[in-house]
């Protein structure tokens, strides 16, 4: 099987010129591709993975929950007969905000990003930055980014320590983009619209609480990470008959034993990271908590135009 990751895909929007999505039409044009190539999992195909059955096709996946999902994504699926696993955060509809995650991909989206690094390197001083060096040799490698987008977004996710990512985020989101409350509302799928999908033959998974690279959360918060987000979602759906997670971010850096070892206790029939291999029954036995998968750009019609 070939497990592959989407997060944007929408129509071209004149107010964010530089945001980095998959354009609907492209993405029609990719499941055409996929359905002639491998064929794509359907509800029974994807149910079948709690027992360790695989099939040859591709497995849809859906990260971040936006509005995106519901409006552009799901009606196609619903049209081909086939499903998707979505990947829920949950604190936008614990807190009303949008992530910090998010907030970088819309500054990136509406300036561009030298005028963006320009004004972080203002904002930052030494000590508030973590230096890994992990983080440097293995995060973006799979993505296509200019210097000035890749050394942002390793710097407001990576580097920054979150005692002040928040805030300068903050900063930067007032400055490129405006009022935060505005976009929240758009942003994100309502929880209505998550359940509807869940009654029509898609999967819900979690996605965390606060989208955090794992690896730098202690045991206690990784555990609040992913066993408080699963409660809030099983508000909505019942998320327990195919538990399912992916990390934030993903990649080996992302994460660590302590993840792995959370993640087979809360009895989660399989998570997601990403690394670009196809998944065969031995690999889903041995990784079944830190599963590859593909990111869309690496399939014909899967690149930002």
Do not use: W
């Amino acid at each position: 099987m070939k497990a592959v990751m989407y997060h944007y895909v929408r129509e071209h929007n004149d107010n964010t010129p530089y945001f980095k999505a998959l354009n609907i039409e492209d993405f029609r044009k990719q499941l055409d591709f996929f359905e002639q190539e491998y064929g794509i999992a359907n509800y029974e195909d994807i149910s079948n993975l709690k027992k360790g059955i695989l099939t040859t096709k591709v497995y849809l996946t859906f990260d971040d929950g936006v509005s995106d999902h519901f409006q552009y994504v799901f009606p196609e699926l619903v049209k081909r007969n086939i499903s998707g696993i979505f990947y829920i955060p949950t604190l936008p509809y614990v807190q009303n905000k949008i992530l910090d995650v998010h907030k970088t991909h819309l500054i990136l989206g509406s300036t561009e990003a030298h005028k963006v690094l320009e004004t972080l390197n203002t904002l930052i001083l030494p000590e508030m930055l973590e230096h890994h060096d992990e983080f440097e040799k293995e995060t973006y490698i799979y993505q296509t980014n200019d210097k000035d987008t890749l050394r942002t977004k390793r710097i407001l996710n990576y580097y920054l320590s979150y005692k002040y990512r928040s805030q300068i985020l903050s900063l930067l989101f007032e400055k490129f983009v405006g009022n935060e409350s505005e976009h929240v509302k758009c942003f994100y799928m309502t929880t209505e619209q998550i359940e509807y999908m869940s009654k029509n033959k898609m999967f819900i998974g979690s996605h965390s609480i606060n989208h955090p690279v794992f690896s730098r959360l202690n045991e206690a918060e990784q555990k609040e990470e992913i066993i408080e987000s699963f409660k809030f979602l099983n508000t909505i759906c019942n998320v327990n008959t195919l538990k399912t997670f992916c990390f934030p971010y993903g990649g080996s850096a992302s994460y660590n034993d302590i993840t792995l070892k959370i993640l087979e206790d809360e009895n989660c029939d399989f998570c997601f990271s990403v690394d670009p291999f196809d998944i065969d029954e031995h690999t889903f036995e041995l990784k079944k908590q830190h599963l590859p998968r593909y990111d869309c750009n690496q399939f014909k019609f899967g690149q930002c135009r």
